[in-house]
């Protein structure tokens, strides 16, 4: 039996990077559908191993591999991850999809159910979810980890389009390849040997500023993030200065960082950390002080500084794993 068509239909990845597989998607869709959204997520995240390519590469790339024709028939949208706020990512998916559908009912969602992580297929029960099936097996880790690897370009091309080959073999010759193939050097030879499962951090308010720092670690290299302070399963009290001076000094004594203490929250989306699963527990302390107190940055830190919160969303894609979105998550503490 002929399957049903469709006014429109959305397909929602990463595409880090766009393959053969993903391409074969878009023909399905526009097969069954008169126009295709394309959801793109990760939006304003900071390179990393696993989406080296922003929003505007990760267009090109797909644009690249269409035809005028397909290209009339497609939208873009890029959707930012929020890992510890499924509501808000669903009412933003639908949002921006609904800007474009206006009132159109006759909606699919297609794409491919390859693991536990394919859950959010389902969770559209509006939009009619169509199986487009797997096609070669063919998976984008495999292909970031030829690139940034192997520079293994011929595997690669039985992989990817024509058109995906020539843009990454150029961009194999750029700074930020070399900044990541450097993180993923470290992650290959220190995945295994993840020395503890759960990290602590600091978020330190005072005054509508948030503490922020470039710390050394190789996987946080020239990216922003919030302080570390101890090993979970410790008292804070009795540690978070000592430790919270390895990557910054801050003036302010012991007692008064104890009592600025508010609250704390775990963090574990499980892609998190890239050398294995390791959540962060995260302290707020909110200080109350006439004038921001005096920092700098210590032995483990190039750099540290007080960012106002209203801008930090000009960090946003410089900031390293989920800590923008650890500091989302204690928003309502702020205003
Ligand atoms: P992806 O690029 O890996 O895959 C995109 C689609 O292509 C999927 O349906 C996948 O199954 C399919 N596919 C992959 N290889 C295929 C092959 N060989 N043949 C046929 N189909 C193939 O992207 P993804 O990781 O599934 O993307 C989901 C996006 O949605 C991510 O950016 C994720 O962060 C985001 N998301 C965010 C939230 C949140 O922030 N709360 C929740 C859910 C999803």
């Known amino acids: 039996m002929e399957k049903k068509t469709y006014e429109f239909s959305i397909y929602i990845g990463r595409f880090q990077p766009f393959h053969l597989g993903h391409l074969e998607s878009i023909k399905f869709a526009l097969k069954y559908s008169k126009k295709l959204i394309i959801i793109l997520g990760g939006a304003y995240s900071s390179p990393s191993p696993r989406g080296p390519w922003n929003i505007a590469q990760r ?10 024709t397909e290209k009339n028939k497609i939208y873009f949208v890029g959707i930012r991850d929020r890992l510890y706020c499924e509501e808000k990512w669903i009412q933003n998916v639908q949002g921006e999809v609904f800007k474009i559908t206006n009132s159109v009912r006759n909606i699919a969602i297609i794409g491919h159910q390859k693991d536990a992580s394919s859950y959010y297929l389902k969770i559209f029960p509006q939009w009619e979810f169509l199986e487009t099936g797997n096609f070669k097996s063919i998976n984008a880790t495999d292909i970031r980890n030829l690139l940034f690897l192997k520079n293994d370009f011929l595997k690669i ?9 020539k843009y990454l073999t150029k961009y194999a010759k750029s700074n930020d390849y070399n900044l990541l193939k450097r993180k993923f050097k470290y992650i290959e030879k220190n995945r295994n ?7 602590t951090n600091a978020l330190i308010f005072c005054n509508q500023y948030i503490l922020l720092l470039m710390s050394k670690e190789p996987l946080k290299k020239d990216l922003y993030s919030l302080p570390e302070v101890d090993y979970l399963d410790r008292e804070f009290e009795n540690n978070s200065l000592e430790n919270l ?5 801050i003036d302010i004594d012991k007692e008064h960082l104890s009592m600025s203490y508010v609250s704390s929250d775990f963090f574990n989306y499980s892609e998190r950390f890239p050398l294995g699963k390791q959540l962060s527990k995260t302290y707020l302390f909110m200080i109350k002080s006439d004038n921001l107190p005096l920092i700098s940055a210590a032995k483990n830190s190039l750099k540290v500084m007080w960012v106002l919160l209203d801008d930090l969303p000009f960090f946003q894609d410089k900031m390293y794993a989920d800590h923008y979105q650890i500091i989302q998550k204690f928003n309502k503490n702020f205003y």
């Open 59 to 68: 267009i090109e790339m797909i644009n690249s591999c269409l035809s005028e």
């Open 245 to 249: 001076q390895n990557e910054v000094t």
């Open 193 to 199: 040997k993840l020395r503890r499962d759960s990290v």
């Open 157 to 165: 091309s039985k992989y990817v389009p024509k058109p995906i080959l």
